[in-house]
């Protein structure tokens, strides 16, 4: 299946799915970028808005290419 994401929209990537075979990915349970290799961040790393006022840490919105 292919899905196809315009630009401006949002990606939400739960953490539960594909990519767990222990034989191909030593710590299927965490997200690694590298699976997609030409993801990249495509903002400075200071104009990025980080969350950290609650329970759950991370950034507010990831903006990436690839």
Not at 12 to 35: C, E, K, Q
Not at 46 to 54: A, H, L, M, Q, S
């Amino acid at each position: 299946m292919t899905w196809v994401t315009n630009s401006g929209e949002g990606v939400i990537v739960p953490g539960a799915t594909g990519n767990w075979s222990p034989d191909r990915f030593p710590d299927p349970g965490r997200l690694d970028v590298r699976r997609v290799p030409r993801l990249r961040v495509a903002a400075p790393r200071d104009t990025i808005p980080f969350k950290d006022d609650g329970i759950v840490y991370g950034v507010y919105e990831l903006p990436v290419a690839w």
